[in-house]
């Protein structure tokens, strides 16, 4: 049973809690149904997912004299059957992608309408979540798994209410929840990208936002932070070093990589201590690494290859007693 936090519930030294994260699964259908069946593989009661859940790409599967064709990945298909249609747009949805089934002039407006071409994408990605929900409240209802999904730096506002209306999976950003006697911490948001993605925040706010939710952690309950952006300078935000047109800089033939995560982030871990703190957003740098007492952990990201990048987690009261990286 997942609760909003209420002070004064003090946690018992016996308190144990198996969890499983990951993160940036970035619209990958194969990626989500791996980490839905993840409580069940690897014989965990909590799953979160950290953030970044949609993907960047629409495919138009496009009606044309009775058939249907397409490009993904480079290729051009004919699609003959309704059958066909519909392995086709399982491939693309398990690629990270977005199926869009339109005709010649559909096409043709978004071609010439560039902010209708966003709509639909939009539109899009909302059903892709409003889908992902009711396949986790079809695998999940009555088992007793403890469900956490929020989104990431990269997600737009949209999905947030697609989310929203779920009893089975419960979105935790900005918010502090509690479970079987621990507290997790959520926020999606990052600072400053080359990206200019819709959550992101100048480190002053950023460390604000976080301090407003700290405020709210009891000191005598164990506190988990599930923060989508990685400390800085903590060996989990190393990212190849980009010039202002985006080329990545090489030394000595490799991409220069660099420290690119939040210090409003390893400023809270630093001042909070929490017993683990759960991190996403830079794909390169799987791992895991202490600050102070605090175990962090970023997983990685390897949603392009269809592999899912996650870490197994036991905590006993105050402790974390193991963690294993793993994929699958």
Not at 251 to 271: D, H, K, L, Y
Not at 309 to 317: D, I, P
Request: with cysteine.
């Amino acid at each position: 049973m997942v609760r909003l936090f209420r002070r004064n519930e003090p946690a018992s030294r016996s308190t144990r809690l198996a969890l499983y994260y990951t993160s940036d699964v970035h619209g990958s259908e194969r990626c989500f149904l791996k980490f839905l069946n993840a409580a069940k593989f690897y014989g965990v009661d909590t799953l979160v997912l950290g953030g970044d859940l949609t993907g960047k790409v629409l495919v138009p599967i496009v009606e044309i004299d009775g058939r249907w064709e397409m490009t993904f990945l480079g290729r051009h298909e004919v699609l003959a059957t309704p059958a066909d249609v519909a392995e086709a747009e399982k491939r693309i949805r398990f690629n990270g992608f977005y199926p869009y089934r339109c005709d010649q002039r559909e096409l043709a407006r978004m071609e010439a309408d560039p902010q209708y071409a966003v709509e639909v994408f939009r539109r899009t990605m909302r059903e892709a979540i409003e889908r992902w929900v009711r396949l986790a409240e079809e695998r999940l209802r009555g088992s007793g798994v403890s469900c956490f999904i929020m989104p990431g730096n990269d997600d737009e506002f949209d999905i947030d209410e697609a989310l929203a209306h779920s009893d089975v999976i419960v979105n935790p950003d900005g918010r502090v929840v509690q479970l079987d006697g621990y507290q997790l911490l959520s926020l999606s948001w990052a600072n400053p990208t080359p990206w200019n993605s819709p959550r992101e925040l100048p480190e002053e706010e950023l460390a604000a936002r976080i301090e407003r939710l700290a405020r709210e952690l009891d000191p005598g309950v164990p506190a988990i932070f599930n923060l989508h952006c990685p400390p800085f300078n903590s060996t989990l935000d190393s990212a190849p070093q980009l010039r202002e047109d985006l080329s990545v800089v090489m030394v000595g033939g490799q991409p220069n990589m660099v420290p690119v995560g939040s210090r409003a982030v390893r400023a809270a871990i630093e001042r909070y201590q929490p017993v683990l703190s759960l991190h996403g957003h830079i794909h390169e740098s799987r791992g895991a690494v202490r600050i102070g007492r605090t175990l962090c952990i970023n997983p990685g990201s390897a949603y392009g290859e269809g592999v899912l990048h996650g870490a197994l987690v036991v905590l006993e009261g105050d402790r974390v007693a193991s963690y294993q990286l793993v994929s699958g």
